[in-house]
């Protein structure tokens, strides 16, 4: 698996989590990279991405709770989540991206990581 998602868990409303990504294999070194997530029932979708230069964007639900960073010396991706609310609740991913979708071309997902709000 190229990219490797952690740091979810359960948390109560109002917590924090961080998550990471890491490309071990520096597969997408230099590419914009995002997070997405996944609930039950429910389509993909755009969390945050970053560029390669630090330039973010956020889907509107999660601006100001959720930043996303990158350590490029490490190929490490992060995505810190605070004030989490139940509607967080998913499964999330990280993957290249162009804007706010994935790379056509990527196709390894991975497990994911798996982050449950409750009240």
């Known amino acids: 698996v190229q990219l490797q998602a952690s740091g979810g868990g359960l948390v109560q409303t109002g917590g924090s989590l961080t998550l990471s990504c890491i490309d071990a294999g520096r597969t997408f070194s230099g590419y914009s990279m995002g997070w997405f997530r996944q609930a039950p029932g429910k389509e993909r979708e755009f969390v945050a991405y970053i560029w390669a230069g630090g330039t973010r964007d956020y889907r509107d639900s999660v601006k100001g709770r959720f930043t996303i960073s990158r350590d490029n010396a490490d190929n490490t991706l992060f995505l810190q989540m605070k004030s989490l609310k139940e509607d967080d609740t998913a499964r999330y991913y990280c993957?290249?991206?162009?804007?706010?979708?994935?790379?056509?071309?990527?196709?390894?997902w991975g497990q994911g990581t798996q982050v449950t709000v409750s009240s």
């Open positions: 993957a290249p991206t162009v804007g706010r979708d994935p790379r056509p071309d990527f196709r390894s």
